[in-house]
C-alpha cells in the first residue's frame, strides 16, 4: 500500500502540464527516430542526452522515458511495414509481421503491435511499482565484494550474449573498460593512459563517447553503403488500424505469454530485448506445430504478438533494475545512467531517499508514456513510414550536425570534436566487422564501479582476495554467472551442430 500512495503522489508530480509535454514529445521524437532504419530508442537517447542539461532532471527523465517507449515501438513500425527494423529487438516481429503486411494485413499488424506494447509495458510497470522498493532495500546488504560480483556479472552476460562470437563481444567491453581509465587515478593521482593529452586529463566523456559510437558511427556506416543497398519501396498500409474480436482473442494469449517470458529480462543483464522477444517468437513458434492448422509463415498474428509483448516488458523492468541497483542491462540504460549521473545522482536505494520525487514521478511517466503511444500511434502508425521519404543525405546529414553541436555545446572544446570523430570511425570499425556495442558502453559506464569496488574490497580485507567469496550474495551471483555462461556455451555447441555443413566457396566474377 505505500508503494500505491507514493505512486499517487509521483501521479501528481508527472501530472503537470509542463511534465505532461515533455512524455508527449518524448514519445514522439521516440517513435520518430524508431521508424528511421537503423535507429532506435538507444540513439535518441543519446543525441538527446547532450542537449537536455538545461531542463529540470525530472522533466529531461519523463522525456528520456518517453522516448525509450517510443523508439521500440518505432522499431516495429518499420520491422512489419518494409522488413527493416531499427534495432535488433524488433528482428523477431519481421517474420510473421512483415508477411501480414504483405498480405494487405498492415493496419492490424500495426495494432497488434500497438496492444501488444501497451499490455507488455503496463504490466512491467505495475511490476516495478512494487519491485523497485524491494530491490532498493535488498541492495543496502551489497558492499564492494558484491557490486563488483554484480559488475562482473554484468560483464561477461552481456559481452557472451549479445554476439555470436563471445571474443567479440569481449573485445568490445575490454575496449570499454580501457576508455573508462583514462584520466587522472582519483586515488593515486597518477596519470593513467592520456598520452600526456591535457584535454584527457579528466578522462573521456561518456557523452562524447556515446554519441559517436551509437550516432555518428551509424552515419559513416549508412554513407559506406548508401550505393549498395536499394531503396526499400514504401508500403501504404491502407484502412483504420484494428482487430476483430477474433484476431484479439487468438492474440491474447501470445500477448500474455511474451510478457510473462520478457519481464524477467528486464533484469538479466543480457543486452535488453533481444534475447527474449526471440524466445517468445520461438515458444509461438513451437505450440502453432502442434495446432491442427499451423498457420507460421503466412502471417500469424500470434508470431507477432508475443515478441511485442515480451520486449516491451522488459523496459519497465529494466527500469526498475537501473533506478534501484544502478545497473543498466541494456545500452538504452546505460545512457540514461549517464545522465544520472551528469546531474550529479547515483542510482541506488539512495536515489529513492534523497530524490522520491523523482524516482515516483519517472515511475508515474512509464503509465502515463504507454498511454500516449497507444494513443498516438494507433491512429498515425502511417504517418512515420513516410518519414522514409526524407533523401538520405539530408537524413543522415543532419544526424551528423546535431551530434557535433550537442558535443560542443556540452564542452565548448574543439577537442572533444576530434574526439568524437575518432570514436565515430571506431564505431564504424565495429559495425563493419559486426562487434557489438553495448559491451562497449556497459563496460565504460561500469567500469570505474568495478574499479572502485575491486580496491574497496581488497583494502577492507587486507589484500585478501578471499573476501569476494565470503558473502552469500557474491556466491549467488557467480553461480548465476557461470549457469549463464553454460546455457549460451550448450546453445552455440548444438547450433554448431546442426548447421549445414557448406561446400567451398566459388566466386563467380572470378
Known amino acids: 500500500m505505500e508503494a ?31 521508424v528511421m532504419p537503423g535507429l532506435g530508442s538507444s540513439m535518441a537517447v543519446a543525441l538527446l542526452l547532450p542537449m537536455t542539461f538545461a531542463l529540470d532532471p525530472s522533466a529531461a527523465f519523463i522525456m528520456f522515458a518517453g522516448v525509450y517507449f517510443g523508439g521500440l515501438f518505432g522499431d516495429s513500425t518499420m520491422a512489419i511495414l518494409l522488413n527493416t527494423p531499427g534495432q535488433s529487438s524488433a528482428i523477431a516481429s519481421t517474420f510473421e509481421g512483415h508477411k501480414m503486411a504483405r498480405s494487405g494485413r498492415a493496419p492490424q499488424a500495426l495494432a497488434t503491435a500497438a496492444i501488444g506494447a501497451f499490455i507488455g509495458g503496463m504490466v512491467s510497470c505495475m511490476v ?32 557472451s550474449v549479445v554476439s ?49 559510437i551509437l550516432a555518428l558511427g551509424e552515419v559513416f556506416h549508412i554513407a559506406s553503403r548508401v550505393r549498395r543497398d536499394p531503396t526499400s519501396r514504401l508500403l501504404r498500409p491502407k484502412g483504420r488500424p484494428f482487430l476483430s474480436r477474433a ?72 527500469m526498475g533494475a ?48 504507454m498511454i500516449v503511444l497507444l494513443i498516438l500511434n494507433l491512429p498515425f502508425a502511417q504517418v512515420w513510414a513516410k518519414l522514409l521519404l526524407i533523401p538520405r543525405p539530408y537524413l543522415y546529414g543532419g544526424i551528423a550536425v546535431m551530434c557535433g553541436l550537442g558535443v560542443f555545446a556540452t564542452s565548448s572544446s574543439a577537442f572533444e570534436l576530434v574526439l568524437l570523430l575518432g570514436m565515430g570511425l571506431l564505431g564504424f570499425v565495429m559495425r563493419r566487422f559486426d562487434v557489438p556495442l553495448a559491451p562497449l558502453l556497459i563496460g565504460m559506464v561500469l567500469g570505474p564501479l568495478a574499479e572502485t569496488s575491486l580496491r574497496d574490497a581488497l583494502i577492507s580485507s587486507g589484500g585478501d582476495a578471499g573476501v569476494f567469496f565470503d558473502g552469500p550474495i557474491s556466491l549467488a551471483i557467480y553461480g548465476l554467472l557461470i549457469a549463464a555462461i553454460a546455457v549460451v556455451v550448450v546453445g552455440r555447441v548444438r547450433s554448431a551442430r546442426t548447421a549445414p555443413v557448406l561446400g567451398p566457396r566459388v566466386d563467380v566474377d572470378a
Not at 534501484?324 to 541494456?330: C, E, H, I, N, T
Open 322 to 369: 537501473l533506478l534501484a541497483l544502478g545497473l543498466p542491462v541494456s545500452a538504452t540504460a546505460a545512457i540514461m545512467l549517464a545522465a544520472f549521473r551528469q546531474y550529479g545522482m547515483q542510482p541506488g536505494p539512495l536515489l529513492f531517499e534523497r530524490s522520491p520525487e523523482l524516482v515516483w514521478g519517472l515511475l508515474a511517466s512509464f503509465f502515463l508514456a
Open 164 to 212: 555470436d562470437s563471445a571474443l567479440k563481444g569481449l573485445t568490445a567491453l575490454v575496449l570499454g573498460l580501457g576508455l573508462s581509465t583514462i584520466g587522472i587515478d582519483s586515488v593515486t593521482g597518477t596519470e593513467r593512459a592520456s598520452f600526456g593529452v591535457p584535454q584527457l586529463f579528466d578522462g573521456v566523456s561518456l557523452v562524447t563517447v556515446t554519441v559517436a
Open 128 to 159: 516495478v511499482v512494487f519491485l523497485a522498493p524491494a530491490l532498493a532495500e535488498f541492495s543496502t546488504a551489497f558492499g564492494p565484494a558484491e557490486y563488483f560480483a554484480l559488475a562482473l556479472f554484468a560483464f561477461i552476460a552481456t559481452s
Open 247 to 318: 484476431e484479439f482473442r487468438e492474440a491474447l494469449p501470445a500477448w500474455l505469454r511474451g510478457t510473462a517470458i520478457g519481464l524477467p529480462f528486464g533484469v538479466i543483464p543480457v543486452g535488453g530485448a533481444d534475447v527474449p522477444t526471440f524466445m517468445a517468437y520461438g515458444a509461438e513458434k513451437t505450440l502453432d506445430r502442434r495446432r491442427k492448422t499451423p498457420k507460421f509463415g503466412t502471417g500469424a498474428i500470434r508470431g507477432l504478438a508475443a515478441p511485442e509483448a515480451a520486449g516491451n516488458a522488459t523496459t519497465g523492468t529494466a
Open 4 to 34: 500505491l500512495s507514493l505512486l499517487a503522489e509521483g501521479f501528481g508530480h508527472a501530472f503537470t502540464p509542463m511534465n505532461l509535454l515533455f512524455v508527449v514529445v518524448g514519445c514522439l521524437l521516440g517513435t520518430a527516430v524508431g
